[in-house]
């Protein structure tokens, strides 16, 4: 049965999605080119690097590493500017009321996200004490479909893949979550997540009872 819930961050416990997709077009607009939001679902769930690499395929450029590297860091400098203000009200909906149901319920919580800028998030938004364990992209370097980040969150909590449920709004998320022999939860569009086990357009929709229904 359920033992651990495994959290993506970014468009799942918070907005951030929409402010990663605006910094990278700006940065794409700044090369001369444009992608789409269709395009953007690939870069969910992705590392800063691997996203930038994608980017530069879609505008057909080739571009020396020392420079792609000062173009990653361009594009978080603009990231980190537009979350800068982010407070506990910037939350999505029902992230707090889930997270307070399975901590009284004794069910292990875990952070399983590509970013770099985790802890400043969940510092900002007060949900560090939730966690009782963070895997983040500072500690694992490979990038989801990978199943590292969530396979290191289980076992920092000392469970069993197979009594996680992981919540994604990724489909490279999700697919990293099979890859680890975990539950998938998808937040988002139903057609893009439908891998996951369940698929839902928020967190309100959840419940401690809906996640047990999935073992
Ligand atoms: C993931 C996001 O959570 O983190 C990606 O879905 C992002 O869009 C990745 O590229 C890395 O984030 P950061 O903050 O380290 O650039
Ligand atoms: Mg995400």
Known sequence: ????????????????????????????????????EQQNEQLKGISR???????????????????QNELASLKN???VDMIANMRHEDLLPGA?????????????????SA???????LDNTRLTPYFDALVDGNIVSQSKPDPAVFLKGAELL???????????????????????????????DQRELAKAHLVVDDLTHIDLKTIQNLF
């Open 49 to 67: 690097v691997e996203s930038l690499r994608k980017i530069l395929s879609w505008g057909g450029l080739d571009i020396p590493q020392q420079r």
């Open 96 to 112: 707090v009321e889930l997270l307070n149901e399975l901590r009284s319920n004794h069910v292990k919580i875990a952070l399983g």
């Open 158 to 188: 000392q469970v069993l893949p197979s009594a996680c449920v992981v919540f994604e709004d990724a489909v490279a998320g999700v697919e990293a979550a099979l890859r680890g022999n975990m539950k998938t939860i998808g937040i988002g």
């Open 77 to 79: 400098s603009w990231y």
């Open 115 to 121: 970013s770099k800028n985790a802890k400043l998030i």
């Open 1 to 36: 049965g359920l033992e651990a819930c495994l959290f993506d961050l970014d468009g799942v416990l918070v907005d951030t999605a929409k402010y990663h997709f605006l910094a990278w077009k700006k940065l794409a607009n700044s090369l001369g080119f444009d992608f789409s």
